[in-house]
């Protein structure tokens, strides 16, 4: 996890993992994870620079996408939701994260030209100008997320993350100052445009589970990132003020996501299978096939027969899923 | 070239100005701390101890990130330093929070044509 103040790109806070004070391996700085969607706002913000193209209202088509390329496998991105939603506002596909519009916007746009924002963003390591690069491919640590998306959260300004202010003397004197630097690398408007359609993403779309912990009028902006199994989950945010990045993985690039659990209501006074309705009710995690089959009388489903019970067995929801309620 | 472009507010031992600059603005809009950086930043670069000012400048930055003038004062700094393309762009940053003030907006323009004379 990284914090920055969003104005001096100062690191206000940096936590490598698990244990903060490990002084080995640090995540923020070390790992380099496919990004997922963190790179989408890129995309937009190349969009949004040329307002006679674009807006944030533009439709965009988010139906199936086909790209084909010499030297490269045929890529055909998916939806996290295994569906096509036909045109949608531009705003609406960064906001519901959506692949195959996001795709034919970058492609349309050019891959080229993104990975030009990409490094006006901060970013100085080379990405691979791949179409695949453009939904997160590409493999980052938090710390060089966190530039990226610094450069959003300062209006465009972009300023090199610092972490010491300065080097001095037993007595104080200053033997080294790194000054607070900025570059101006965007014009204001289109940054002012991603913004607005990065609150979006907060207020109604991917990361609106997020308005349950923030007040309304904080006006909080971000971007949700996943990649395949959850094997990497991240989430980029700024205020005003503040601006935090978090990834969520193992380093073995193990499924965060467990496929042999399932989450059951159990009935607290007969410990059989009940549901939401039953007094006290437990969800509770079962490993695949050892959670109890006998239904509990409050179980509100009449005559239900045992072997029809696993109709109420879900999937265990993952942290992710709980916190942004995907 | 550059060392007749001094464009510190304070009366004293700076190099003679070019051209005046505006008459420094101390209003409500400051709290007293930032106030007190200010000032002290503007003692400092009269004095010619341009490392501290840009540090004071800094430091206030910290308490009031969003203060137009603070970024004005640093990017004069910068161009007293001779660092111009920092000047340039601490003087567009200051014209990001400077709103409507036509009198800020101004100088900063000063500053970056300056800034943008010294460079070519």
């Keep these: 996890m990284v914090v920055t103040d969003t104005q001096s790109g100062e690191v206000q806070a940096l936590v490598g993992g698990r244990d903060a004070r490990y002084r080995g391996y640090n995540r923020a700085v070390d790992a380099a994870r496919p990004v997922g969607s963190l790179l989408k706002p890129a995309i937009y913000l190349t969009a949004l620079s040329e307002p006679a193209r674009y807006t944030l209202i533009t439709p965009i088509d988010d139906g199936p996408f086909l790209w084909k390329s010499r030297g490269a496998p045929d890529w055909q991105p998916q939806n996290y939701d295994k569906k096509f939603h036909g045109m949608v506002p531009l705003r609406v596909a960064l906001a519901q994260s959506y692949n195959a519009a996001t795709a034919r916007l970058g492609t349309e746009i050019g891959v080229e030209k993104v990975l030009a924002t990409v490094r006006k963003l901060g970013v100085e390591r080379e990405l691979r100008p791949f179409a695949s690069t453009l939904l997160g491919a590409a493999e980052m640590s938090p710390l060089e997320v966190a530039q990226l998306y610094q450069t959003i959260a300062a209006g465009g300004f972009r300023s090199p993350l610092r972490a010491i202010r300065e080097v001095t003397t037993q007595e104080g004197r200053p033997l080294q100052r790194y000054a607070l630097k900025v570059e101006q690398a965007f014009a204001p408007e289109p940054v002012i445009l991603i913004t607005a359609a990065l609150q979006g993403v907060v207020r109604e779309g991917t990361a609106q589970g997020l308005k349950s912990f923030l007040p309304a009028d904080i006006g909080a902006a ?76 409050c179980a509100t489903v009449a005559g239900a027969v045992v072997d029809t019970v696993d109709t109420t067995v879900k999937k265990a929801k993952s942290w992710w899923e709980r916190v942004f309620g995907r | 070239m550059l060392a ?25 809009r400051e709290s007293v701390a930032v106030a007190g950086l200010m000032e002290s930043a503007r003692a400092d670069a009269a004095a010619g101890r341009l490392p501290t000012a840009a540090a004071s400048l800094e430091r206030a930055l910290r308490i009031e990130p969003r203060n137009p003038r603070l970024w004005q004062e640093l990017a004069r700094v910068r161009l007293q330093q001779g660092d111009f393309a920092q000047a340039e762009s ?31």
């Design chain 1, 222 to 297: 971000g971007k949700t990132g996943t990649t395949d199994d959850q094997r990497d989950a991240w989430f980029a945010g700024f205020t005003g003020d503040h601006l935090a990045i978090v990834w969520i993985g193992y380093d073995d690039n193990r499924a965060a996501q467990t496929d042999g659990i399932e989450q059951v209501w159990i009935d607290p006074q007969t410990n059989l299978r009940g549901d939401s309705q039953c007094a006290g009710a437990l969800e509770l995690p079962f490993m695949q096939g050892s959670a109890p089959r006998e239904r509990s009388p």
């Design chain 2, 90 to 120: 601490t003087a567009a940053r200051s014209n990001s929070w400077a709103g409507n003030d036509s009198a800020l907006r101004a100088e900063n323009q000063r500053i970056i044509e300056q800034a943008r004379a010294a460079r070519r």
């Design chain 2, 4 to 28: 007749g472009c001094a464009t510190a507010p304070e009366p004293g031992p700076a190099p003679a100005p070019v051209e005046q600059a505006p008459p420094p603005y101390l209003g409500p």
